[in-house]
Nanobody, 116 residues
Framework: QVQLVESGGGLVQAGGSLRLSCAAS????????MGWYRQPPGKQRELVAA???????NYADSVKGRFTISRDNAKNTVYLQMNSLKPEDTAVYYC??????????WGQGTQVTVSS
């Protein structure tokens, strides 16, 4: 079992920046790759950034060049640096492993709201 706590969201103006943090605990040794997901209001959750155990990263086209995912293994924490934020980035952001299965637990998420 893995416990996930997201933080760092807030209200920002378009063009602003935020850094999200995801503190993971529990059986994290079983996770190969971690990702940041987001769920805009009324839409399905989507994966926007991922980082593997080896440090390789991948991004959705919608955030490429603006978002950067990173990890601090000593702190067991994954980060998402979000720059040049747009109103369409407004969503609840979650972290979780890549390849979430039924029965896997999600954290509370952190709300990101970008105003025009």
């Amino acid at each position: 079992q893995v416990q996930l706590v997201e933080s760092g969201g807030g209200l920002v103006q378009a063009g602003g920046s935020l850094r999200l943090s995801c503190a993971a605990s529990g059986r994290t040794f079983s996770i190969n790759a971690m990702g940041w997901y987001r769920q805009p209001p009324g839409k399905q959750r989507e994966l926007v950034a991922a980082i593997t155990r080896g440090g390789s990263t991948n991004y959705a086209d919608s955030v490429k060049g603006r978002f950067t995912i990173s990890r601090d293994n000593a702190k067991n924490t994954v980060y998402l640096q979000m720059n040049s934020l747009k109103p369409e980035d407004t969503a609840v952001y979650y972290c979780n492993k890549v390849g979430v299965l039924g029965g896997d637990v999600w954290g509370q998420g952190t709300q990101v709201t970008v105003s025009s």
